[in-house]
């Protein structure tokens, strides 16, 4: 089923998706990342367009070409994700976290270039904000779906998500398979339990995500 040619599926839905990576600057010419091509997060912004939806986009690094979305904000760093997201989330229906946001970042950044000198560096790092459990526990929450990488234990993880971030959907996808490739093999994780789809290129992934949540919202 090409369900992403189902015309207006999300007519006028306003949908606010973060993709590619974060990166914590340690130094104006180095930071701290995950590894994320964008691809996902990519295919959603860009069939949700296809589907009729208002979709705002806060992007991240990516190596991925980026579709024409209705708004888009580049969000470098995790503080300046959390805060894009933040100032655009008002009136959203659906967020679809899918950036691989860095879960720390140093406790100091150098505004020169740090020298090396000794064998050893230790870097101190603070915990980020968790974007995603912030928006799901506003006062009027949009319809959130978290996306879980793992590299074990993927379904158990995933669960345990969704539960501890008080979301209603999330996307379990094994890290090694997933990242950077044009094909994904997911699980979707709702109250009403465990759907595999199969594996398929990012864009059929998307299409599936979105009418599975479509049947979700009211
Ligand atoms: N996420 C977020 N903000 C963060 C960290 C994660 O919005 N600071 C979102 C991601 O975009 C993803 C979901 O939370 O949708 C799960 O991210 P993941 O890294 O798999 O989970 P964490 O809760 O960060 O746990 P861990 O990295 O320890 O597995
Ligand atoms: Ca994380």
Redesign the pocket.
């Known amino acids: 089923v090409q369900a992403h040619l189902t015309p207006k599926l999300l007519a006028d839905k306003k949908i606010l998706i ?1 993709a590619g990576a974060t990166m914590e600057m340690l130094d104006p010419v180095r930071g701290i990342t995950n590894i994320s091509s964008g691809k996902m997060g990519f295919a959603l912004a860009k069939v949700a367009t296809q589907m009729g939806a208002e979709v705002t986009l806060v992007y991240g690094h990516a190596t991925a070409s980026r579709p024409q979305v209705r708004h888009a904000y580049y969000a470098g760093t ?1 503080h300046d994700m959390y805060q894009s997201v933040m100032q655009h989330i008002a009136d959203q229906e659906v967020f679809i ?7 720390y970042s140093p406790l100091v950044s150098s505004d020169q270039k740090i020298k090396k000198s000794e064998q050893t560096l230790t870097i101190e790092l603070k915990k ?6 912030d928006v799901a526990s506003l006062p009027n929450p949009p319809y959130c779906v ?5 590299t074990e234990r993927v379904l158990e ?1 995933a669960r345990q ?1 969704r539960l ?2 008080k979301i209603p959907l999330i996307v379990a996808n094994r890290a090694n398979l997933a990242l950077g490739s044009d094909n994904n093999s997911v699980i979707l994780i709702d109250a009403t339990g465990d759907y595999p789809l199969d594996t398929a290129d990012k864009t059929t992934i998307a299409a599936k995500i979105l009418t599975h949540l479509k049947h979700q919202l009211n």
């Open positions: 973060t995790a976290g899918v950036a691989a946001v860095a879960d980020n904000k968790d974007i995603l459990a978290g996306f879980a990488a793992e993880y998500k501890d971030k």
